[in-house]
């Protein structure tokens, strides 16, 4: 039964349009969203585009914490009472963002169930996505790290269509994020490469039989 007086509340259509606390902006590639130390103050959507969230230490070394796409929210630790923000967010590529203000955040998720549960999965994702990343560093080889991370950059296995061609990358970002060296990772690049896994000339094409030979355990290189 239909509750008068009351419209159906349509997710898609709050995150993709502009209103009350929340607008979208586009970010050209390697544009910062928000930077580390900024007031954290609002969540962000990814409409369109890559970016990358980074950390510096008090040393100055910067390493990469996540890659998120198309469909994921960020900078939602501000709900929890963060102050500032301990992480940079920056556009990998071309991008179209919203940002939601916090008060306007926390307002929809509080009044619209169905919101709430987007949110929710997302947050659930999240928490799976990290602890696949940690049992990642703690048993597999360096090589299948980096063919999974490939993997998730052209978002095989996600609910949207594969982007097999990854935004420009250098390889000491992906050996920061797989934690090994450069000249492994350019091994690993070059063996995929040989194998038809990956074409790799400047830019990255993710092949499907990079993910038969992941799901089949391979590639395989004892180190």
Do not use: W
């Amino acid at each position: 039964m239909k509750v008068s007086g009351r419209k159906t509340f349509d997710t898609k259509t709050f995150l993709t349009t502009v209103g009350r606390g929340r607008s979208i902006d586009s970010y050209q590639k390697n544009q910062a969203i928000f930077l580390q130390g900024e007031a954290s103050d609002a969540v962000f959507y990814i409409q369109r585009g890559k970016i990358k969230i980074t950390v510096v230490s008090v040393h100055g070394k910067e390493s990469v914490a996540a890659v998120l796409g198309t469909n994921e929210f960020f900078g939602e630790a501000c709900l929890t009472g963060q102050a500032r923000r301990t992480s940079s967010a920056t556009s990998m590529t071309e991008a179209v963002i919203m940002r939601l203000e916090k008060s306007a955040f926390v307002r929809v998720v509080r009044g619209e169930p169905a919101f709430s549960e987007v949110f929710t999965s997302h947050l659930l994702a999240r928490t799976i996505r990290t602890e696949a990343d940690l049992v990642d560093q703690l048993v597999n080889s360096s090589e299948k790290r980096l063919a999974r991370l490939l993997l998730i950059l052209a978002n095989f296995g996600k609910d949207t269509p594969p982007e097999p061609i990854i935004a420009k990358i250098s390889q000491e970002t992906l050996a920061e994020m797989i934690g090994t060296t450069r000249s492994r990772v350019s091994f690993f690049m070059n063996r995929f490469r040989e194998r038809g896994y990956i074409d790799y000339n400047g830019r990255i094409e993710v092949k499907q039989s990079l993910l038969n030979a992941v799901l089949q355990d391979k590639p395989h290189i004892k180190e």
